[in-house]
């Protein structure tokens, strides 16, 4: 597969971080009208879990200083459970696996640090204001009150055990894939596209009805990876975030709208 331009929708460590979030004013307001803004007031979100204690609404996952030098995300604001804290889909013995699955990690292991309920959403590393720096993590609970949970709820509750959810660090499309081409172990999959951003190793799966070739945060990213148990080098693995993108404000967060299974089918072909 010959490299092809990439539609860069990010720059800086946004691009380095491979993760597509946008830090800019259009990506905050975006985030404002969504369940993931957890702030009350003026700009509260319109979710059932909300927080008087600050009106920062990015507060809640990033940080401008002190940040998790671990996560595989741009400056993140909480503390990360041990990978090895979670049991993961393969261990449900699915016959479909064929890609080699690595421990909870990359962009997952950050989703989860809300998502597997083990935590308050307003445990954070570094507080707003001075003097709330906690590198494991503390609650800003004493400085406001919670309308509704301070844990995730329902269905958004992933819980520590994802067996019951769709894959997270497994291989896309069996295994196989290089940079530059390659082929998958399993057919059943689109092939994706791939090119280098600052040296790193990207692959994404276009979504548009005619794929054009160009990254796009619309399009099913892929997260590389490079564990010890994966044979053939670095590799692209699905993630929360392959499907999911934490900034949009689209239903369920997702990349593009499920109408007709396209999110499945944007890389499953059935």
Same mark, same amino acid.
């Given at each position: 597969m010959k490299p092809k331009l990439l539609k860069l929708k990010t720059i800086g460590i946004a691009a380095i971080a491979l993760t597509a979030f946008a830090w800019t004013g259009a990506s905050a307001q975006g985030v404002e009208n969504t369940p993931h803004n957890l702030t009350q007031g003026v700009t509260g979100g319109p979710g059932p879990n909300t927080f008087s204690g600050t009106a920062e609404i990015c507060v809640f996952c990033h940080t401008p200083h002190g940040g998790d030098d671990t996560a595989e995300v741009p400056l993140w604001n909480r503390a990360l459970a041990a990978p090895g804290l979670y049991t993961t889909y393969s261990t449900a013995s699915s016959s479909s696996i064929d890609g080699s699955v690595a421990p909870v990690g990359s962009v997952s292991i950050a989703c989860l640090s809300c998502h597997d309920g083990t935590q308050a959403m307003d445990t954070v590393i570094n507080a707003p204001g001075s003097g709330g720096y906690n590198p494991l993590g503390a609650r800003m609970g004493v400085d406001?009150?919670? @309308?509704?949970?301070p844990t995730v709820t329902g269905v958004a509750n992933l819980g520590i055990d994802l067996s019951n959810d769709h894959p997270v660090g497994?291989?896309?499309?069996?295994g196989g894939l290089i940079v530059g081409g390659?082929?998958?172990?399993?057919?059943?999959?689109?092939?994706?596209?791939?090119?280098?951003?600052?040296?790193s190793t990207v692959w994404w799966v276009d979504t548009e009805a005619t794929p054009d070739g160009?990254?796009?945060k619309t399009d099913m990213q892929l997260y590389t990876r490079d564990e010890a148990t994966v044979a053939g080098g670095p590799q692209p693995f699905v993630e929360c975030a392959s499907c999911h993108d934490?900034? @949009?404000?689209?239903?369920l967060f997702l990349r593009v709208a499920n109408d007709g299974s396209a999110v499945c089918l944007a890389c499953h072909v059935k």
């Open positions: 406001g009150d919670w @309308t509704g949970s497994i291989q896309y499309g069996g390659g082929t998958m172990a399993d057919p059943d999959f689109v092939l994706p596209d791939d090119n280098l951003i600052n040296g160009l990254r796009a934490p900034h @949009t404000s689209n239903d």
